[in-house]
């Protein structure tokens, strides 16, 4: 059995200019072409970043996106450059702190917004729909259960909160007026078209995506690319298929282990988060190196 790794809370890298810190990932600059994007072990639930970072979270991150930009760049193009960390890291002990958990990628022109692929009824879209029998302001047929899945996949986007802020949901009309009609039907087309061939490798590798959010950005010559992480436990909702049924929601290896935990807790979902006993780090943890292995084998 391998050691659990010591866990990264933050990056700290000396040697290349910090552009952005996000709730998981620290953002450099190379240059004016290139970022180095470095995934830590942070968490965050109900979008605050919690104290207790998860050891080895950012690593299965970096490999499981790694895998899907590979699989699906057939569909749409990705930020990954072929670089190694020795071509843009100069200190070595700054390279091994960030190994494995670290790409270099195209410094691009992120879009606004994010663009979401729901194929199951779970989460608040559940609750919009007991509530209005609509998911995201789209008519769905009555009569539909917890985690049922939906009769086609659908596009439902959301802005793209700063940390501590809360994503909302926004119409596919409030897109065409942020991006325009044509590049907003492209993104929610390739959203659609990702979704479905992730989703149906995934299913014959034991895993339900039941839903998924992805992030694009124009390069220099003004093509869309797919930006920031790819079908991760953190980007996504995954459940063991074998242990899936309507009705109720499923177990998953994503940080809901933590959220119903932190359920129990009397927190106000503000800042700053509540500590993590040992148990639901440690669990946690496995909860994602089981997702990674199942996908990519690795």
């Not at 690593?59 to 895998?67: D, G, H, I, M, Q």
């Not at 670290?102 to 692929?117: C, T, Y």
């Not at 209005?132 to 047929?141: D, E, F």
């Amino acid at each position: 059995m391998n050691a659990i790794p010591e866990a990264l809370h933050q990056s700290d890298l000396k040697s290349l200019p910090l552009l952005h810190q996000g709730k998981v990932r620290d953002v450099y600059a190379i240059d004016d072409h290139r970022l180095l994007i470095v995934a830590t072990d942070r968490l965050s639930a109900f979008d605050v970043v919690l104290p207790d970072p998860i050891p080895g979270k950012g690593r299965v991150l970096t490999a499981v996106s790694n895998f899907w930009f590979r699989r699906l760049r057939n569909i749409v193009p990705n930020h990954l450059l072929d670089i190694g960390l020795d071509e843009v890291i100069p200190d070595p002990a700054e390279r091994e702190r960030v190994r494995g958990r670290a790409v270099v990628a195209k410094r691009d022109r992120p879009q606004p917004g994010v663009a979401i692929a729901r194929g199951y009824l779970i989460g608040s879209g559940w609750k919009d729909y007991q509530a209005t029998g609509m998911l995201c302001g789209i008519r769905l047929p009555a009569g539909l259960r917890q985690a049922e899945k939906l009769p086609a996949p659908i596009f439902t986007p959301s802005t793209k909160a700063a940390v501590g802020d809360h994503d909302e949901n926004v119409s596919f009309e409030q897109v065409e007026q942020l991006i325009g009609p044509e590049l907003a039907a492209r993104v929610r087309d390739i959203t659609l078209r990702l979704y479905a061939e992730a989703a149906e490798y995934a299913r014959s590798r034991g895993i339900i995506i039941a839903d998924t959010k992805f992030e694009f950005g124009l390069d220099q010559d003004g093509s869309l690319m797919l930006i920031d992480e790819a079908l991760t436990p953190d980007s996504s909702r995954f459940w063991p298929a074998d242990e899936y049924q309507v009705g109720i929601s499923p177990p998953s290896f994503d940080k809901q282990f933590v959220r119903d935990y932190l359920e129990t807790l009397d927190w106000d979902k503000t800042a700053p988060g509540p500590r993590l006993p040992a148990e639901v780090l440690a669990r946690t943890a496995e909860k994602y190196r089981e997702a990674q292995h199942r996908l990519t084998g690795e």
